[in-house]
């Protein structure tokens, strides 16, 4: 549930344009419309390395409980 939470979190943000097509609050004289899409590029890198960890724990669980 939580990989999935991680994986889907970034598209849900990106696709609900309402909430982020505006050019206030600016940040060092970038829009937001652009430093918020810029700011999700890398939470959705942090998010999917988060997923694939924890992905990776799972499978090393699985394997470790079917061979005990």
Same mark, same amino acid.
């Given at each position: 549930?939580?990989?999935?939470?991680?994986?889907?979190?970034?598209?849900?943000?990106?696709?609900w344009?309402?909430?982020?097509?505006?050019?206030?609050p600016?940040f060092? %004289?970038i829009p937001?419309?652009?430093?918020? +899409?810029?700011?999700?590029?890398?939470?959705?890198?942090?998010?999917?390395?988060?997923?694939?960890?924890?992905? +990776?724990?799972? +499978?090393?669980?699985?394997? %470790? %409980?079917?061979?005990?």
């Open positions: 549930m939580v990989i999935a939470l991680c994986l889907i979190a970034p598209f849900v943000a990106m696709l344009v309402d909430s982020y097509a505006k050019v206030d600016t060092i %004289g937001f419309f652009y430093w918020y +899409q810029m700011l999700w590029v890398l939470l959705s890198t942090s998010l999917t390395m988060i997923a694939y960890k924890l992905w +990776q724990r799972d +499978q090393r669980a699985r394997k %470790g %409980g079917a061979s005990a």
